[in-house]
């Protein structure tokens, strides 16, 4: 009877121990299910993010020199700061482009996570000038006797292989009754200001080029502004925008470009400068300052000592096409692209 | 011990026995029941956040290449519907044509075929200069889709008719960019007594399909410009907030029904910056 008692106790034991153990092992199974379902989940919102923050970086750190290295249809991968992103930039036109950014990760036996992909349309935007003065000013120009505005069309010697000839018309100086800064198309002055390539507040420093250990140009230095006097250098085709603000100044070097002033401007020593200089203030130039290109300013000008402004169209066109940035975002430019 | 002692002792064992049976199953019944009233109001809430959760994950994804600019994507913003292009691929296109364009299937994604007489197509085509100001995107309806080829890979042609007037066709660049899109509307609609999301394409002429519910009739869409003020024109529409409010039944009508509701803001990333 007493053994009897004890087996039935025992079978009942059983029972409850395989039937708790079910259980666990279901509740294991459904959380099991429910952790991978939560790490696609926080897979996915992390590829989203990465791949949006890749497009944006691309954006923000634009290089100029890559884009033009491009061929129509051509594509580049892009540096990527994130092991699971892939950026490219695929160029769809002279002034029209695509960055594409894919991030992907996979879980700890290989198989993929998550995979998120997005694109942006890229349009090159550079302000339209007319490039028919060396200088064009809102009120007066003084020029000394030993100072020149220079209105013939100039090639930079060495640059003749990207330059149309010389045109023989042209003038040097040409009064305006409105500013240009104020009224630039289709950039705006301010857009031009948060989007340059350089900040200038102050002593310039002195301009000259520099390269990266590899050879490459060194965007990265404040003082390279490219290098008009290599053409077929590293930084020949380096055409940076600069933003100077009211009351700088600029001593030595030489740079190329388009050089925004958002006040009164001075160049001298003997700097010089191939491109666009704008300068909503008044635009003084001294010593030996020397500037190839056509000259914006829109609260007078004057030219002292030996300073020299040659009109060059050709200057003209090359800052302004490598000067042209993504200014601005494209309507609808974004797009999945997985 | 003697023997009818110990059968006296039995029968108290089997009454005491019985009695505990009775109390542990009184207990047990009444921990079922309980435990079956959390499952119940457990799987309808459940239930009613999955039906939230298709309803804003089918808006986030199409609303999200909604675009503003001079001809805005969205087309209707009332607080029970909303009308928009719904981009249904996206690609570039090597030639294109004021009859035909070649998209490449190698640079070509989309969810599906497109379809003449329901589809669309949006071309990038304003002049590839440094000052252009053309038009920028531009529509025009796919009246027929076939196979082709491009620069040696395969390509899908597209039948348009577009406006060679208005749009620089020949200026573009020389790889354009596309999306493909229909006209859809999303709506909130009551049916028997009850409120739904559905949708229909607008461009195909359907009537609204059932997309997830039953809601209650709190659930509205809204919109705000970029100053976060409210707005109904889709033209300032820079986010588009969805509230969805639903009940769902806690024990068999013994108590009253449950209320729950979401509300989510929609930032599609070609409004939002």
Known sequence: ????????????????????AGLAGMALFAARLRWSSGQRALAGTQMEAAAT???????????????????????????SSMPWSRDSLIRLGRFLYVVRAISERQGPDGAQLARRGGAELVRLLAPVLPDGAA??????????????????????????ADCQPPDSGGIAVQLDSVGRFDRLAPVSSGELTRGADRQVVGIAPNLAPRLTPDGACDRSAAENWGDPDLPGGACAGYFPVAAAAGGSRFGSGVGQGILVGDGDLELAGTIRFYGVILARGRLVLRDRAH?????????????????LVE??????????????????RVDRGWFRWP | MPLAARRGVALV?????????????????RATVAAERAVRALQGSASLHAAFDAGIGYLDSELAELGAGAEPDLFRAAADSLSYRAIRGSGLACVVGPTEVLLSIDRFVASRLPQPGRDSLLMFLTADSLGATGVGWTAAPITDVGRSSCRGGPALRLGIIVDTAAAPVASGPALVPVKIFEIMQARLYNSQG???????????????QPLTGPFTSASAFAYRDSLGLLTGTPSLVRTVELTLAGRYPDWAGVTPPRSDSVHSVLRPRNLWR
């Open chain 1, 311 to 328: 009109r060059s169209r050709c200057a003209v066109a090359r800052a302004l096409a490598g000067g042209a940035r993504p200014f601005r």
């Open chain 1, 53 to 79: 923050g890749a497009l944006d970086r691309a954006l923000a750190r634009w290089d100029p020199l890559l884009a033009e290295s491009l061929s129509l249809g051509g594509a580049a991968e892009l540096p």
């Open chain 1, 135 to 160: 200088l064009t000013a809102v009120g007066p120009v003084t020029t000394a006797p030993g100072a020149t505005v220079d209105g013939a069309d100039h090639v930079p010697p060495g640059w003749d």
């Open chain 1, 291 to 307: 500037v190839v290109g056509t000259v914006f300013a829109d609260s007078g000008a004057s030219l002292l000592d030996q300073a």
């Open chain 2, 194 to 208: 009850e409120r739904w999301l559905g949708a229909r394409s607008e461009s195909a002429g359907e009537s609204v």
């Open chain 2, 13 to 29: 064992d089997l009454l005491v026995a019985l009695t505990l049976f009775a109390l542990v199953g009184l207990i047990m019944v």
């Open chain 1, 1 to 20: 009877m007493a053994l009897n008692r004890r087996g039935a106790a025992l079978l009942v034991a059983l029972q409850a121990i395989f039937l708790l």
